[in-house]
């Protein structure tokens, strides 16, 4: 069975620092990725979607970036963190090939600026 | 423009029936979800719509009215685990799906 995993779960950091949050998908093989952030009371706002190793598309130009260095591995980054980059981050997975399908979600990473 | 609406609170009684709309506006549209979020949680899929008509899982069940830009998900015998945030969220024809802010249900006894 298909299992994703994300980590940190939570994380606290100052404005400025960097950031960099990790997220693995086993039992598929060319999965398309996905990472989502989640404001407080608010819905998912698409950051960045990959259909293969290398390939990032990137829908909020905005001082994060992320990459796809192994089939099964997805990474968020920013050089410096901002107040608003504050909320819940999740990670995605569906099915490569198919473009409309159930996405399955990892546990998610909490992550305060202060 | 792409815009999804749903209300952002309902309350029901355990043991009742609730209904969640959804609406939608798009240009590109291949299938609308339905997802539940329980608070801290990450967001778990109960039901997907490509055709109109109902889609019937057990005490769950959606509806969708393509022309209309219309769906709804239906929750019967109401439980207080039920008590969570309801997605709505619209696939837009390529890897793009798009997600409503969500229906916060509390379901009182």
């Known amino acids: 069975s298909q299992t994703i995993h994300q980590w940190p779960a939570t994380l606290v950091q100052p404005v400025g620092s960097p950031l960099s949050l990790e997220c693995t998908v086993e039992?598929?093989?060319?999965?398309?990725l996905y990472w989502y952030r989640q404001a407080a009371g608010r819905g998912l706002q698409l950051l960045f979607y990959s259909v293969g190793i290398g390939q990032i598309s990137s829908e909020v130009p905005q001082n994060l970036s992320a990459s796809r260095p192994q089939d099964r591995q997805f990474i968020l980054s920013s050089k410096k963190l901002l107040l608003s980059d504050s909320g819940f981050y999740l990670c995605?997975?569906?099915?490569?090939?198919?473009?409309?399908?159930?996405?399955?979600f990892g546990p998610g990473t909490r992550l305060t600026v202060t | 423009g792409q815009n999804i609406d749903q209300p952002t609170e309902m309350t029901a009684t355990e043991g009742a029936i609730v209904q969640i709309n959804c609406t939608y506006q798009?240009?590109?549209?291949?299938?609308l979800f339905w997802y539940q979020q329980h608070a801290g949680e990450a967001p778990t899929f109960l039901s997907y719509n490509v055709l109109d008509g109902l889609e019937e899982k057990g005490r769950f069940s959606s509806f969708l009215s393509r022309s209309k830009g219309y769906s709804y998900l239906l929750l019967k015998e109401l439980q207080m685990k039920d008590s969570a945030s309801y997605l709505c969220?619209?696939?837009?024809?390529?890897?793009?799906?798009?997600f409503g802010a969500g229906t916060r249900l509390f379901v009182k006894a």
């Open positions: 995605a997975w569906t099915p490569g090939q198919l473009s409309s399908y159930e996405q399955y």
């Open positions: 039992g598929t093989s060319n999965p398309n």
């Open positions: 969220a619209f696939n837009t024809g390529g890897f793009k799906t798009i």
């Open positions: 798009t240009s590109g549209f291949n299938g």
